[in-house]
């Protein structure tokens, strides 16, 4: 018997699995770049001017951004071990819906076109896992649909 746990990965499954792994990567290093600035007293984060709350929201952020690292590890997992895409595609969707809304603001402001630059490849980054998972479903869907029809002109 195979279980999903058995069964092969598809390359979309792989790939979605690998950029959130990736992105858990970067975000782990912002953490890391971050700590590192506050406590050292280098950058604008640890700059002398900053006083207890502004040094509070750093870490508050680097919390944040390793609370977000966890949630694309536990989804890529979730993805490659279980088929489960919910775990992953969770997170990327509210940060494709949060990127929307910042790229919108810097469209409408005066932000330099490597701001935009930059939103757009973020916004791309994004979508692509959930893209590639949602092909997945359908081809599985399809897999299915045709196994069934076969099945009934056999039966």
Do not use: K
């Amino acid at each position: 018997m195979t279980t999903s746990h058995d069964a092969p990965r598809s390359w979309r499954v792989t790939t979605a699995a690998t950029l959130a792994v990736g992105y858990a990567l970067v975000l782990i290093a912002v953490a890391i770049g971050v700590l590192y600035e506050l406590f050292a007293g280098v950058g604008a984060i640890g700059h002398d001017h900053l006083d207890d709350i502004a040094a509070r929201g750093a870490v508050v952020l680097s919390l944040v951004l390793l609370a977000g690292a966890g949630l694309f590890v536990g989804g890529a997992l979730g993805l490659a071990r279980e088929g489960r895409p919910a775990l992953l595609v969770w997170p990327l969707s509210i940060l494709v819906v949060v990127s929307c809304i910042g790229e919108i603001a810097d469209l409408a402001g005066a932000a330099s076109g490597t701001s935009n630059l930059i939103g757009a490849a973020i916004l791309v980054l994004a979508l692509t896992p959930i893209v590639l998972v949602a092909a997945e479903h359908r081809a599985s869907r399809g897999a299915q649909r045709a196994g069934q029809q076969a099945g009934q002109r056999n039966g």
